[in-house]
Structure formats: structure tokens, C-alpha cells
């Protein structure tokens, strides 16, 4: 561990390095727990460090790295259930869980605006569609719905079932059978 993280008493340092020739370059940036030397983080891009792309690829470095740290911050202030939301957005997530502190509140209708965004921001993020279609679901007070919309939103969460959490996909399993049209 470097001594200046230690000096500082940072809890984690940026390492990496880089290599290449001509107009190809590999970068690899690592952040590293400074008491346990654990790389706890890892991220590898490519570009051309001789041209004017090189502010793209270090201002994505650095995107990526905030990111990273915001969602773990915002995770430790999550309630226990929702800190594994599975997104590499910090934006993402932010909405994520505006979302489901709406849902906690029984504002269902209100709730998918949020989540939503966090979907569009990252289709990729399982527990948003997750939750599109529980919103869906349970946002009537004459009872459940049951239409075009709760079903999309339960296909597009299939397609993650893996990245949910094994209590949900359950949920979501015996929803994808129920809601089939």
C-alpha cells in the first residue's frame, strides 16, 4: 500500500497502468483498499492516448470511479433489501430509490415515474423493471392489474431473472406465469 494513502488515511487509492503502441492503448485502473491492499474495483478501456480521445477515455475513467463510490455511499444509506440493486449508475440508482421509497409510502402511481428513469438510464438494471411491474401490479385499489404494461415489465425483468436476488425471482417466476397473455 502506498505510504501516502496511509499518510492520508484514505480508505482507498487509484492504481493502474498502461500500455500500448501506435494508436492503441490498454488502461487498467484499479481502486484499492488501502488497509487490506484488496482491489476492490477494476476497470479496463481502450483508445488512442495520441489523439484528443484521450480526454474522452480519462473523463470516462473518472465518470466510472464516481459512480462506483456514490452507489456504495448510497447503498450503506438503503434499507437492507434494496442495497443490491445491480447498476454501474450512480444516476440510475439515485432514481432507483426514489422509486421505492414511494413504494414504501404506497405511492405507486407516483413510483414509476422514478423508476422509469432508472430503467432508461440502464436497461440493464433488473430490480427497476422488477419493480415497473410490481408498481403496476399493485397501483389499483380495486385490486391488481392485469394488462400489456405489468407484462412487459415482467418480460424485461426475465430477461435479468439471474441478477435478482433468489427470493425475488420466485416472485418473479410465479408473476411471469400468472401475467402470461
Not at 54 to 81: N, P, S, T
Not at 111 to 137: G, H, N, R, V
Amino acid at each position: 500500500m502506498p505510504f501516502s494513502a496511509r499518510l492520508a488515511q484514505a480508505e482507498t487509492y487509484i492504481s493502474g497502468s498502461f500500455q500500448g503502441a501506435g494508436d492503441n492503448h490498454v488502461i487498467l485502473t484499479n481502486l484499492v483498499n488501502t488497509q487490506t491492499g484488496e482491489i476492490i474495483w477494476s476497470k479496463r478501456v481502450e483508445g488512442n492516448l495520441t489523439s484528443s480521445e484521450y480526454l474522452a477515455i480519462g473523463y470516462g475513467l473518472c465518470q466510472d470511479i464516481q459512480d462506483y463510490l456514490e452507489i456504495e455511499v448510497m447503498k450503506e444509506e438503503a434499507d437492507f433489501d434494496f442495497r443490491e440493486a445491480y447498476t454501474t449508475s450512480a444516476e440510475a440508482y439515485r432514481y432507483y430509490l426514489e422509486g421505492m421509497n414511494l413504494i414504501l409510502d404506497q405511492e405507486f402511481n407516483l413510483a414509476m415515474e422514478p423508476l422509469s428513469k432508472a430503467w432508461i438510464i440502464d436497461s440493464t438494471f433488473a430490480m427497476a423493471a422488477f419493480y415497473m411491474a410490481w408498481t403496476y401490479c399493485y397501483r389499483d385499489t380495486e385490486g391488481p392489474y392485469k394488462g400489456p404494461d405489468i407484462s412487459n415489465w415482467i418480460t424485461k425483468a426475465m430477461v435479468f431473472l439471474e441478477k435478482l436476488p433468489v427470493h425475488y425471482q420466485y416472485l418473479l417466476q410465479m408473476w411471469y406465469e400468472g401475467f402470461k397473455t
